[in-house]
């Protein structure tokens, strides 16, 4: 690995990376890949995960291509300086801020959505003008085998690599120096990522979960509503999604029209028997799949079930599950589900939302369905969370305009649009200054006196009068 290493940073050096030509011509055959070779990474996400077409043309490809054509849309006007004001104390000076890219950068992937996860920050990092090293998961080996057979025939590989492999593997990357690290992944794994990063002092971007809310008022329309929730739990991989619902919060008195909107909705979209549905990604492996049912199989817990429940061992496959009024510390309400089970919790009166969210971790994202103007403002004043969404689930993925990323346990760092430029670049400080006001600025210098000090001190405090004295030396030394 460090031989690897060592060569990217060497092509890095010679400044090949830096051009605008260098980096248009990355995210041209990225797109490139995505265009010609559709068909291929539809069938290594089916391999992983049986993902359904749509579903994954929707929310990894199209997303993908998407986020490619508008980093080459901006990107000049990303990698222009950015001017900014001067100071009288530094008259006469120009500055700007000068995005620079930060040198040899690691990628390390999530299965869930094995594809986007590695191309939409590979975007960020060429159009920022860095060499990087692609680490696809190994829990999704066909999408992994893919980017290693498939990617070197569209990018440069002096500058772009990617590494395929298990702990070993990442481990050992792990142990080289980078100039920064994006993980997507897990909590426990992240802190292993941050204590590595820390032992060269790189910088890391984050990209973790937690357990996502979704606060339920009765003043909405609740088939819409439920619609958009559903999609957003079991329409993402199955519930196998950083930002899908984790647990819905309502109160007491709505949770039984809840429950029947959910049980007409899942038959309407997955039929009598969910377990049989093509439009439901499996789990994607044993250890998952047997993490979820312990959930499920807890004490206490199977009598709360209320819909769903059914599971297929062979086939990987757990029914969307609804569970109502879960006891606050069992298993499912302490770890992040990460699959198709969803607890309702119910509260006297919607307000105490903020109260059970707020005691937990902040999650990466939180929902409200509501038409009440109010609880939206004080939900989005009173939630910490990495991003809201009010009326829908999932879709503030999709606006490059908008920063993605957590806050606290549930990541550091944002992308997507610039800000996943931004991630993978230096924002330079310069400031320029001329010398022809130089001869005439003696306060600036020793010998000081009690006069120097009179006008440094006003010419601080942005007095043009006592710049008009230093310039033209109207001071006593």
């Known amino acids: 690995m460090e031989t690897l290493v060592n060569d990217l940073r060497r092509s890095f050096q010679t400044g090949k990376t830096m051009p605008y030509k260098w980096r248009v011509a990355q995210l041209e055959g990225i797109l490139r890949l995505m265009n010609e070779r559709e068909k291929e990474i539809m069938e290594a996400l089916w391999s992983d995960l049986a993902k359904p077409r749509t579903e994954a043309y929707l929310h990894e490809i199209s997303l993908s291509k998407a986020g490619c054509k508008f980093a080459l849309k901006e990107l000049k006007n990303w990698m222009k300086p950015e001017k900014v004001p001067s100071l009288i104390a530094t008259f006469s000076s120009t500055a700007q801020i000068v995005p620079e890219p930060l040198g040899v950068v690691l990628v390390i992937s999530a299965w869930n959505y094995p594809f986007a996860l590695i191309i939409d920050p590979l975007i960020g990092a060429v159009a920022a003008g860095n060499a990087v090293v692609l680490k696809p998961s190994e829990v999704a080996p066909s999408t992994s085998a893919f980017f290693a057979k498939f990617l070197p025939h569209y990018v440069d590989t002096s500058c772009i690599q990617v590494v395929e492999g298990g702990v070993t593997e990442t481990s050992e990357l792990l142990e080289q120096k980078w100039d920064k690290i994006f993980y997507t992944g897990s909590g426990t794994v992240g802190r292993i990522v ?203 993925v999709a606006n490059p305009h908008l920063p993605f990323g957590g806050v606290g346990e549930s990541g550091t760092g944002a992308y997507h649009g610039k800000f996943s430029f931004d991630a993978f670049s230096h924002k330079k400080a310069v400031l320029s200054r001329g010398y022809a006001t130089e001869m005439r600025i003696r306060a600036r210098y020793p010998p000081y006196t009690h006069h120097k000090q009179i006008i440094l001190r006003r010419v601080i405090d942005g007095s043009f009068i006592a710049l008009f004295l230093g310039l033209f030396g109207l001071h006593r030394d």
């Open 194 to 396: 941050m204590a590595a990063a820390a032992k060269h002092l790189t910088p890391v971007a984050l990209e973790l979960g937690g357990k996502c809310p979704v606060v339920f008022d009765s003043d909405v329309n609740l088939k819409v509503a439920v619609k958009r929730m559903a999609i957003g739990k079991w329409g993402c991989n199955n519930g196998q999604a950083c930002i899908a619902p984790d647990y819905i919060i309502t109160t007491k008195s709505f949770a039984p029209k809840l429950v029947d909107a959910l049980k007409e909705t899942l038959k309407e979209f997955y039929g009598e028997d969910p377990l049989e549905s093509a439009d439901l990604s499996r789990i994607v492996s044993s250890n998952h799949f047997r993490r979820l049912t312990d959930f499920l199989d807890e004490d206490n817990i199977p009598e709360k079930i209320v819909h769903g429940g059914g599971r297929d061992e062979k086939h990987l496959k757990i029914a969307p599950t609804v569970l109502l009024d879960v006891p606050h510390d069992s298993l499912i309400m302490k770890d992040e589900i990460f699959g198709p089970l969803l607890p309702i919790i119910t509260v006297e009166k919607l307000e105490d939302c903020f109260e059970l969210i707020n005691s937990r971790p902040k999650p990466l994202a939180a929902y409200l369905f509501s038409k009440n103007k109010r609880l939206e403002e004080e939900f989005v004043q009173k939630v910490f969370a990495g991003g809201i969404l009010i009326n829908d689930v999932a879709l503030h």
